[in-house]
């Protein structure tokens, strides 16, 4: 997921002061994930700011217990027991990738790109796209509900008793 576009220029050269953590919490100077997520909005100032504030507004609406996340050098993620999506901006696309997007139903078609994976799926929104809000809404509902089941399935414990082995 190369990220194109360059970064506030508050924010310097990597985005956060931590180098490799699975979980960003703070940036340079004590950013937090959504004050940097805000500053890449605004640093984009075109159509890609608008439609990824557009995508994060409804992400919080459809999941209030959402949390934001700033890696990889720049990639706002949004994430709910795992990784719901991340909203990577490029050039020419705005590209919302869900992290298990090929389990999710998508009756409305959304998934326009990184269609072969077995595990990601993405939508590549142009500009002048319209938004289809309630299909987005409803897959990130979906997302939200496969990554809390996930959890909630919790495997058995296996009996030490092994046949024929009675104590």
Do not use: Y
């Amino acid at each position: 997921m190369t990220n194109t576009a360059t970064e506030p220029p508050s924010l310097g050269a990597k985005g956060t002061s931590r180098k490799s953590t699975s979980r960003s919490t703070e940036g340079k100077g004590g950013a937090s994930p959504s004050q940097l997520i805000d500053a890449r909005i605004k640093e984009l100032n075109d159509w890609r700011g608008e439609t990824l504030a557009c995508v994060r507004k409804l992400i919080k609406q459809a999941d209030p217990e959402v949390v934001e996340e700033w890696k990889w050098r720049g990639v706002p993620v949004w994430s709910h027991a795992g990784i719901l999506c991340t909203g990577e901006t490029h050039k020419n696309i705005v590209k919302m990738t869900f992290a298990k997007g090929a389990a999710l139903d998508d009756p409305s078609g959304l998934f326009n790109s990184s269609l072969d994976g077995s595990t990601r799926r993405a939508i590549d929104f142009h500009e002048g796209d319209k938004i289809d809000e309630r299909a987005l809404t409803a897959l990130i509902r979906a997302a939200v509900a496969l990554n809390t089941s996930a959890r909630a399935a919790v495997r058995p414990v296996r009996s030490q008793k092994r046949p024929g082995m009675d104590q």
